[in-house]
């Protein structure tokens, strides 16, 4: 079994503002999904998701503030799941709950070390 | 309760708390001897109760009887004068062994026993074996019957166990904070995995069953009678075994089949045993931080509560939890059990689909399950499948039933 990255990337700005109830569903919705993969034995790590600000660094004295200019989308979160290939483990982030808000998943094998 | 019943009945209760009691004020490493005069206590109550009658209160009696036989063993064997007396000597000032059967010594003593037992060295089986045979005064027949194993099999395990117990030497005395600490994971596991024994038998010999989940309750409860040992997990273990418990009478009809818990008498749950359950897991909760137990007591309690029009919703957020913690098969399939209670069979179909556990006969019974109703050929080939793969006459017997029932409407149709 090989270690795959999943990056859950989706554009902040075009999401919807959220009431509380929404809220709570979508967490429903991802605890549900990642739960799936638990179930199929496939989850290395549940990961995390991460805040919406961030500085991207060019060099030490050329720092910006995200998100940034050049792409809409930023990195919501990830997960690391096993699978034996690439496809495999493209086909477990099915029903990634990122879809629903346009946002994409990007599948990268680790390759450790 | 009969005469004939007695005697077996204080074995159970009193022999491991003899052999506590009597390790603890010598040596683990002697702890043949102990068990010999366990042994020739019991023997000794069988022989004089036959004549005298039983006496006004029978456990002080064993203790007396465990008490003098071990003064005369000692007075008469160097053994005592060339090993036990220095070791003595060197822990304390006691020239005199002093063998007490106050009940913070019997507590403490069986306390100091399972925490010797359950020695992360020594594997889960052979610590579950120890733990029955040691603690809870079973014998190898006894156990062999609760694993469905031959009594050689048991035997070579318990002697491999036993020898790492007595090699190891563990200082059963001085029970520090910081062992309690490095030990209770193992402790806990071994606790757990008892209960589950009994209450997931192999065996469909209930008396087995009962006896081992009343002893996993017991030697729990212990734990919860002492501040060192009483952490929040394992006030969430003891809550998870309360709620278990107040089933077990209504999991199996007279006939020693198995009843779904759809169909359970609920009037026949046991009512106290619950309430202790609730008691358990309050206390659980206020420790802070959520183990495992904690997911299955909680997952217990919504079981055992009325009707709650979200409960499978509360269940499945659980079991989601769970499953992230640790991945197992049976939490696997519940899980989706608990999927397809929110979200439909239709959609649950496709999450058990993907589990991938294709050589377990509850994968597939919970397949023929969900197909029930949506694919009625489709859900009789799964049944199949699971009673093919079925280990559990139990198991077979109520598939059979499903089997036959889908059979019927198909044939009424």
């Given amino acids: 079994m090989k270690e795959f990255l999943l990056i859950f990337r989706a554009d902040y700005k075009a999401m919807p503002q959220a009431s509380p109830e929404e809220m709570q569903a979508t967490t429903q919705r991802w605890m549900n999904w990642v739960a799936g993969i638990a179930a199929q034995g496939k989850l290395a790590d549940r990961g995390n998701r991460l805040v919406n600000t961030g500085k991207v660094l060019k060099d030490d004295t050329i720092v910006s503030d995200g ?13 690391v799941v096993k699978a034996a290939s690439l496809e495999e483990a493209a086909k477990l982030a099915h029903g990634c709950p990122i879809f629903a808000v346009g946002g994409n998943v990007e599948v990268r094998e680790i390759n450790p070390l | 309760m009969q005469e004939t019943e007695l005697i077996p009945h204080l074995f159970r209760t009193e022999y491991g708390k003899i052999v506590a009691v ?15 005069i366990a042994s020739e206590t019991f023997l000794k109550a069988s022989e004089i109760w036959g004549i005298k009658g039983v006496p006004e209160n029978p456990a002080a009696w064993l203790y007396t009887t465990a008490q003098n036989k071990s003064k005369d063993y000692f007075k008469h064997h160097s053994v005592f004068e060339n090993k036990i007396k220095e070791v003595l000597k060197s822990n304390d000032e006691r020239a005199e062994i002093d063998f007490e059967f106050s009940n913070e010594n019997i507590t403490d003593s069986q306390l100091a026993m399972i925490f010797s037992v359950c020695n992360p060295d020594i594997s889960n089986e052979a610590q579950i074996c120890l733990a029955l045979q040691i603690l809870c005064g079973f014998s190898v027949e006894e156990i062999a019957n609760a694993f469905l194993t031959k009594s050689e099999t048991i035997k070579k395990r318990l002697h491999r166990a036993r020898t790492m117990l007595r090699d190891n030497n563990f200082q059963i005395k001085n029970l520090n904070k910081e062992e309690i600490k490095s030990r209770q994971d193992s402790v806990l596991t071994t606790l757990y995995l008892l209960f589950n024994e009994g209450y997931f038998s192999k065996t469909n010999n ?24 009483n952490s929040s997990q394992t ?23 198995a009843i779904l818990f759809d169909q359970q008498d609920k009037s026949l749950w046991n009512k106290e045993l619950i309430e ?27 079981h055992t509560t009325p009707t709650d029009e979200n409960k499978w919703e509360h269940i499945l957020r659980l079991y989601n939890q769970l499953i992230l913690i640790e991945y197992s098969p049976v939490t696997a399939l519940n899980r989706t059990f608990a ?22 006969s509850h994968y597939y019974s919970l397949l023929g399950y969900l197909y029930s109703d949506i694919d009625d050929n489709k859900a009789i080939r799964h049944y199949e499948q699971a009673i093919a793969l079925s ?10 039933k499903e089997i036959q029932r889908l059979v019927e409407k198909k044939d009424n149709c």
């Fill in chain 2, 206 to 229: 209930q008396t087995i069953r009962k006896d081992l989940c009343s002893e996993a309750l017991r030697l729990a409860y212990i734990l919860t009678e002492n501040p060192l040992t």
């Fill in chain 2, 276 to 302: 202790k359950g609730n008691h358990y897991l309050i206390n659980a909760y206020e420790g802070g931080g959520i183990s495992k137990y904690h997911l299955e007591a909680t997952i217990a309690y919504w």
């Fill in chain 1, 67 to 79: 998100p940034y200019a050049e792409i809409k989308e930023s990195i919501l979160g990830y997960s």
């Fill in chain 2, 391 to 400: 280990k559990s006459k139990t198991e077979m017997q109520t598939i059979t």
């Fill in chain 2, 22 to 36: 009597l390790c603890n004020s010598f040596n683990l490493r002697h702890i043949e001897i102990a068990e010999d």
């Fill in chain 2, 339 to 360: 999927f397809a209670k929110v979200y439909g069979n239709e959609i649950g179909i496709k999450e058990a689909e993907k589990l991938n556990l294709e050589s377990n």
């Fill in chain 2, 235 to 257: 006030n969430a273990l003891l809550a998870l075994m309360c709620f278990q418990s107040s089933r077990l009478e209504a999991r199996i009809n007279e006939d020693g089949d």
